[in-house]
């Protein structure tokens, strides 16, 4: 029994650290779009697709994705896009047909 919880307990220790470490590296560099950056956001005409689509005007490359807000499924986000200074660049998410369609998208953007 007391081997039991020991090992119980140092599991939940390893995860714990595991989690504090990976999750904030990412967290930390992801925000909204900021004033470099001119970002839209549409869904497409059958309801279950969104794009979110950014024109980069700083002087630094960033990558952004979509996330996609889906109703009564799973949401979704698009892959990270690279974009370079004074480029524009597309990235997608799609809702599970069986959910109820998008209800909303707004872009994630980290600089490079």
């Known amino acids: 029994m007391r081997s039991t ?3 119980l307990a140092v599991g939940a220790l390893l ?6 470490h990976a999750a ?8 909204p779009p900021g004033s470099g950056e001119a970002c839209t956001c549409s869904v497409s005409q059958n309801g279950f697709e969104a794009t979110a689509v ?5 002087h630094h490359p960033i990558e952004f994705r979509a996330v ?3 109703g009564m499924s799973w949401d979704s986000t698009g892959d990270w896009v690279t ?3 004074g480029k524009r660049r597309s990235s997608s998410g799609r809702c599970s047909q069986l959910g109820t369609g ?8 980290r600089d490079l």
């Open 24 to 31: 904030p590296a990412e967290a930390a560099a992801m925000r």
């Open 5 to 7: 919880l020991r090992a």
């Open 15 to 20: 995860f714990t650290g595991t989690a504090l």
């Open 83 to 85: 974009v370079q200074p």
């Open 54 to 58: 950014c024109k980069n005007d700083n």
């Open 68 to 70: 996609t807000i889906c």
């Open 102 to 109: 998008v209800g909303g998208v707004s872009a994630d953007v």
